[in-house]
């Protein structure tokens, strides 16, 4: 179990809002090396008033910082960089509401839906408790598993996902998330793989 490279989770509304501007999102990807007011402007074709405007922005969003100083035309300008580490917005900030456990328990297995409200809960609470674990000094410990499997028929998919059922039914029962355990949440998906929706295999993904 190791970390990957550094994510960073926009959760406050405000800072979302900054990264979120087209203007904005051109100086972060411009930004992900050094660069000035100036150098900005000259790149954009924009005033550099105006870009220093949107870099005070984010600067006071967290999503730049200063990466230094240099000589420019009689003059020391002020360099800024993306904060380090991948950028990604929080989803429930994008209107994904919270499940709780009798809801899940009663979402069909099988829906699309469920798979993304699921998927945007887990980027929700992972990445705040690893934010809180990095301000601590702290690693959280994840784990993944990964594997490519096929199925001829839904028959054959329904077969599998009750299977897996069980499966972890059992395993939960050995490790009860009960008195000082450490306790962890284990999320089982599946989806069709990306590049798949064609043809037969379009149908069969949505059957």
Request: charged letters at 30%; a positive charge; proline letters at 5%.
């Amino acid at each position: 179990m190791t970390e990957g490279d550094s994510l960073n989770l926009v959760g406050d509304p405000m800072a979302a809002r900054a990264a979120l501007s087209p203007l904005r999102r051109r100086l972060l990807e411009h930004l992900a090396e050094p660069a000035s007011a100036a150098g900005l402007g000259d790149a954009l074709g924009i005033p550099r008033q105006r870009v220093r405007h949107h870099l005070k922005v984010l600067e006071q969003a967290g999503l730049i910082v200063e990466a230094g100083q240099r000589q420019r035309r009689g003059f020391v300008e002020k360099l800024y960089a993306v904060r380090p580490g991948a950028m990604m917005i929080d989803p429930m900030l994008l209107g994904f509401p919270s499940i709780d456990r009798d809801r899940r328990d009663k979402q069909d297995r099988h829906s699309a839906e469920h798979l993304v409200r699921t998927a945007a809960r887990m980027v929700h609470e992972v990445g705040r408790m690893r934010g809180e674990a990095e301000r601590e000094g702290r690693r959280l410990i994840t784990f993944t598993m990964e594997a490519d499997i096929g199925f001829a028929s839904p028959v054959e998919l329904d077969a599998f996902t009750a299977r897996l059922t069980r499966i972890l039914g059992d395993l939960a029962q050995d490790y009860p998330a009960t008195g000082d355990r450490r306790q962890f949440r284990l999320t089982a998906t599946g989806h069709p793989t990306v590049g798949t929706l064609s043809g037969n295999n379009e149908r069969k993904a949505v059957n």
